[in-house]
């Protein structure tokens, strides 16, 4: 059974950083792709950033380019997001995914951007 488990979301304010986990298991995890994927209140999902399986490739949306970093510890089957300079528009739902041929999720985890 595959299994995403996020983790490190919280209550930040402007310009503090936070680190996202996400913990895989039930599949060969350095095989797949994996994404952070995030949805903000009233708003649609929106991709925030990716990584290739060997996690020598690396792929950001624009909104977070530079401020965020993904990166992943195939040892250990967990993927993390690196969250700097966070600005309330940053402010979600947070969700890993697993790009396998069926694309399964995470159950998310709350960030939260407020002074």
């Known amino acids: 059974e595959v299994q995403l488990v996020e983790s490190g979301g919280g209550l930040v304010q402007p310009g503090n950083s936070l680190r996202l986990s996400c913990a895989a298991s039930?599949?060969?995890?350095?095989?797949?792709?994996m994404s952070w994927v995030r949805q903000a209140p009233g708003k649609g999902p929106e991709w925030v950033s990716a990584?290739?399986?060997?996690?020598?490739?690396?792929y950001y949306a624009d909104s977070v380019k530079g401020r965020f970093t993904i990166s992943r510890d195939n040892a250990k089957n967990t993927v993390y997001l690196q969250m700097n300079s966070l600005k309330p528009e940053d402010t979600a739902v947070y969700y890993c995914?697993?790009?396998?041929?069926?694309?399964?999720w995470g159950q998310g985890t709350q960030v939260t951007v407020s002074s």
């Open positions: 995914a697993a790009e396998t041929p069926r694309r399964y």
């Open positions: 039930g599949f060969t995890f350095r095989a797949y792709d």
């Open positions: 990584i290739d399986g060997g996690g020598g490739s690396t």
